[in-house]
């Protein structure tokens, strides 16, 4: 009786084993099939602009109205702390710092997430149950390299941007509550900044963000492409989507910025 | 046309004569294909020839593993065991670069249609030569406007596939499907969902297509007993097995209860489903 109820267990794990195994080496040859595809020619120019302006220019209002405020509330956080050891006037360095190393490219990692990713997976899955990306296939079209590629490179393109586009709005907004609001000098604001922000600090944003836009891309193109039946199996792969590109970028980041550090 | 004893019009007599079985160069051949699918058998063991420049029609219940079988035969699903041989050759060791050369010489239309949404009707038919042939965009055009004209949809050009009735997604999906000139063309339940006429329309026009171009047709249908005078060749599928094969005339007349409760659509037989 023992032995069996053993053997079921060591079964049963076995088989999760086996199945979470098969999912992360689908996930991996997914991911290395798109990088290829992304990589060698023909490049679909117009189709990658299309994706630019779906997952940047449309995602540039959300981007500036989520950092204006990001670096608003800093601002008003920073002073107070700074305030309490009389150094009010590093507050652009805090702001710029806290902006460009960490929440500029998370944030506008969990914002792409969220109004791009969940759409693209929403997308892509459509189009799988729809049959349309079997109807691809049955033209001699690669799916991969049509659909996913193009979307893989337009993030690689955009999320980046979008960081920068991040960073600086919300340097302003933390410029318009210091200086403005709360009466820091402008000159210092910008002139610490100028003299703290280096250019190693800029570049461990734009790794950090060309790392999550890779991840957001491969996790919602994978979602969406391997999408369960039905509008209910959309739906899942669009909430699976998120969560786990949202997850993965707040994992990554940690190990990314003690390597970076 | 003609007109059969019901007054429906009916396939004008195919000009390669009709056909009698035992074609010695069938184009497509299943042999031993099996797969399992959520661990239930969905095809079992199936072997059978599709006759070249024919129209074969495969009929069974639902979730007999038709639509299954027509994914094996241009190679969008895998077996797990058996072969399947186009000319000859396993398509299932082509590489994947050699299968979309292979498919190629397909044509395939959706029970949905598989449009793409984001494309109009013209869009959506110059797609594939756009894609693959590298012809002018000139030729496409011409080529396009013929086959929209063709299928009566001459004045849809610009209209999205949700702004189409089923008719005429299914129309604009044949018209994508022939638009390469195709060997083989699979419909995957042309005509489930339309109304009478409209469905009488679209067998009409894969009809018509038959006599212009003589394709190779696969159709999975539900249309009983009037896909008989649709196709020259039968395939009965139950439960992932082929059940028989035979001319429509010969299905129609078969002595296997099952086959005579299919085409009969008799609630009582062998088959108990309620």
New interface residues.
């Given amino acids: 009786m023992i032995t069996e109820t053993v053997l079921s267990f060591a079964e049963a794990l076995g088989a999760r084993v086996l199945r979470a195994t098969g999912f992360l080496g689908r996930m991996g040859i997914f991911l290395g099939a798109a990088l290829v595809r992304a990589a060698l020619p023909p490049y679909r120019v117009g189709n990658i602009l299309r994706q630019v302006h779906f997952i940047g220019v449309k995602s540039v209002f959300v981007i500036s109205l989520t950092a204006a405020f990001t670096g608003m509330v800093l601002a008003l956080q920073g002073y107070y702390t700074l305030r309490k050891f009389g150094s009010e006037g590093l507050l652009g360095p805090a702001v710029a710092l806290s902006l460009i190393r960490e929440l500029g490219p998370v944030l506008s990692a969990l914002m792409v997430t969220g109004r791009a990713g969940s759409a693209l997976t929403a997308e892509i899955g ?2 799988r149950i ?3 990306i ?2 691809l ?6 799916p991969i390299r ?1 659909l996913v590629a193009p979307r893989l490179l337009a993030f690689l393109l955009s999320v980046p941007l979008l960081t920068a586009i991040f960073d600086v709005v919300g340097i302003y907004g933390g410029y318009l509550v210091g200086v403005h609001l709360l009466g820091v000098n402008g000159g210092v604001y910008f002139g610490e900044m100028k003299a703290s922000v280096e250019l190693a600090d800029v570049a461990n944003g734009v790794w950090k963000s060309l790392a999550f836009s890779l991840i957001i891309a491969w996790v919602c193109t994978f979602k969406g492409y391997f999408t369960g039946r039905g509008a209910e199996g959309v739906s899942n792969a669009t909430t699976s989507a998120v969560v786990v590109s949202s997850v993965l970028v707040l994992v990554c980041d940690y190990f990314l910025t003690s390597v970076l550090l | 046309m003609m007109m059969n004893a019901n007054g429906n019009a009916k396939c004008e007599p195919c000009a390669l004569g009709p056909y009698t079985g035992g074609n010695p160069d069938p184009i497509l051949r299943l042999v031993g294909v099996e797969k399992t699918l959520d661990g239930r058998k969905v095809i079992d063991g199936i072997t059978l020839e599709i006759p070249r420049r024919r129209i074969t029609a495969i009929i069974g219940l639902s979730g007999a593993g038709k639509s299954l079988l027509l994914k094996h035969m241009i190679g969008l699903m895998k077996p797990d065991r058996g072969q399947v041989l186009l000319d000859g050759a396993d398509i299932n060791r082509y590489s994947r670069r050699a299968l979309y050369e292979v498919r190629r010489r397909f044509g395939m239309l959706f029970q949905t249609g598989a449009l793409f949404d984001s494309l109009t009707v013209y869009e959506n038919v110059a797609f594939p030569l756009r894609e693959k042939s590298g012809m002018p965009e000139g030729e496409i055009r011409e080529k396009v406007l013929r086959i929209l004209r063709n299928v009566g949809l001459e004045n849809a050009l610009e209209k999205f596939p949700d702004e189409l009735s089923g008719g005429m997604v299914r129309r604009a999906a044949l018209a994508r499907a022939v638009v390469t000139d195709p060997e083989i063309i699979l419909f995957d339940e042309p005509t489930t969902g339309l109304d009478p006429i409209i469905r009488n329309s679209i067998l009409h026009l894969i009809c018509r297509t038959y006599h212009e171009h003589h394709f190779t047709m696969v159709m999975v249908s539900h249309d009983l007993p009037d896909i008989f005078q649709w196709c020259h060749h039968v395939v009965v599928v139950h439960n992932g097995k082929v059940v028989e094969v035979g001319t429509p005339d010969g299905i129609r007349n078969s002595v296997n209860p099952f086959v005579r409760q299919l085409v009969e659509g008799d609630i009582t037989g062998p088959l108990q489903l309620m």
């Fill in positions: 459509i189009m729809g049959e349309q079997d109807s296939e049955t033209m001699g079209i690669d049509f």
